[in-house]
Nanobody, 121 residues
Framework: QVQVVESGGGLVQAGGSLRLSCAASGSIFSLNFMGWHRQAPGKQRELVASITSGGRLTYADSVKGRFTISRDNAKNVAYLQMNSLKPEDTAVYYC???????????????WGQGTQVTVSS
């Protein structure tokens, strides 16, 4: 089994910062893509930022210059540093980890349970 656990959400005023963490654990042989997604009430889930094991980064246009994704490959942990937060960043933030459990095996996507981020104006 593979577990993905997010932490670090909370309530912050506009302009403030939060740092989210995503830890993958369990039966992991290889971990490639890790991504942060968010879903606001009444809206579809969207990819906010992603990072591969090789360090390739992607960001949604709405967060470029404000959010930074990073990871510690040795610990199977990804981080999302969120600065200059805006009320429209309010959402449940989900982490995913694409994991292979055996050598040369297929990758499967695992999700965390989500962490709430609320930005007050």
């Amino acid at each position: 089994q593979v577990q993905v656990v997010e932490s670090g959400g909370g309530l912050v005023q506009a302009g403030g910062s939060l740092r989210l963490s995503c830890a993958a654990s369990g039966s992991i042989f290889s971990l490639n893509f890790m991504g942060w997604h968010r879903q606001a009430p009444g809206k579809q889930r969207e990819l906010v930022a992603s990072i591969t094991s090789g360090g390739r980064l992607t960001y949604a246009d709405s967060v470029k210059g404000r959010f930074t994704i990073s990871r510690d490959n040795a610990k199977n942990v990804a981080y999302l540093q969120m600065n200059s937060l805006k009320p429209e960043d309010t959402a449940v933030y989900y982490c995913n980890a694409d994991v292979s459990r055996v050598s040369e095996g297929p990758f499967f996507r695992y999700w965390g349970q989500g962490t709430q981020v609320t930005v007050s104006s």
